[in-house]
């Protein structure tokens, strides 16, 4: 596709919830990150995925969260057990080319209640 | 842990007014960049700098990297309401973006 699409755009989940959050990158693109963001701050890393290969997973808060790109296109953000915290945007970005601008999706709004 | 630190964090001016936002860091970053991001959506990149000291202009924006490659500085010369959003420095680490606190601008008409 022409973007980075994020689905869902929404998501409400009671507190002790799994939920999947799916990315969809530019198509061609190695690269993808995923991030998460509070309201009014910058997003903060949580992982990197080159194609199929997860090179870095070190922003990810506990082993709830899990994250996978099995054929290096596709990802799914994965929260197990969901908690108030991880109330948040969770974004989705892909690169063509490592250190070079990102395009980034819409984001998933998750909200535990 | 690279921190980048922007000032100032809220803005609010006037159409038509001048202004800078600054991007702070005690890291050395081999690029760095600038996003703008509107409610609901994601960033969207404005520039990448990538020599110390260069200096690179967009329209009304004016994007300095500092010499030493660790600060950055955004200039709007003539504010508008559609420059209204968060303003966003990113500093490339290795293999990932690490961001700014981020600096949200309103501009009003």
């Known amino acids: 596709g022409a973007g980075v699409s994020q689905s869902p755009r929404y998501k409400v989940a009671k507190r002790g919830q799994d939920v999947a959050l799916r990315c969809d990158p530019i198509?061609?693109?190695?690269?993808l990150f995923w991030y998460q963001q509070a309201l009014g701050q910058g997003p903060e890393f949580l992982t990197y995925f080159q194609n199929e290969a997860q090179l870095d997973k070190s922003g990810l808060p506990s082993d709830r969260f899990f994250a996978e790109r099995p054929e290096g296109s596709v990802s799914t953000l994965k929260i197990q057990r969901t908690q108030q915290e991880d109330s948040a945007v969770y974004l989705c970005?892909?690169?063509?080319?490592?250190?070079?601008?990102?395009?980034f999706g819409s984001g998933t709004r998750l909200t535990v209640v | 842990t690279q921190l980048l630190e922007q000032s100032p964090q809220f803005l609010s001016i006037q159409e038509g007014e001048n202004l800078t936002v600054y991007c702070n860091s005690s890291s050395v970053f081999s690029s760095l960049q600038w996003y703008r991001q509107e409610p609901g959506e994601g960033p969207v990149l404005l520039v990448t700098v990538v020599t110390g000291g260069e200096v690179k202009k967009l329209k009304r924006l004016t994007f300095q990297f500092g010499d030493a490659r660790k600060d950055s500085s955004l200039h709007i010369t003539a504010a508008q309401p559609g420059d209204t959003g968060l303003y966003l420095c990113?500093?490339?680490?290795?293999?990932?973006?690490?961001f700014g606190t981020g600096t949200r601008l309103q501009v009003f008409p």
């Open positions: 198509s061609g693109h190695v690269s």
């Open positions: 970005a892909s690169s063509s080319r490592q250190g070079y601008g990102y395009t």
């Open positions: 990113a500093g490339a680490s290795t293999d990932k973006l690490i």
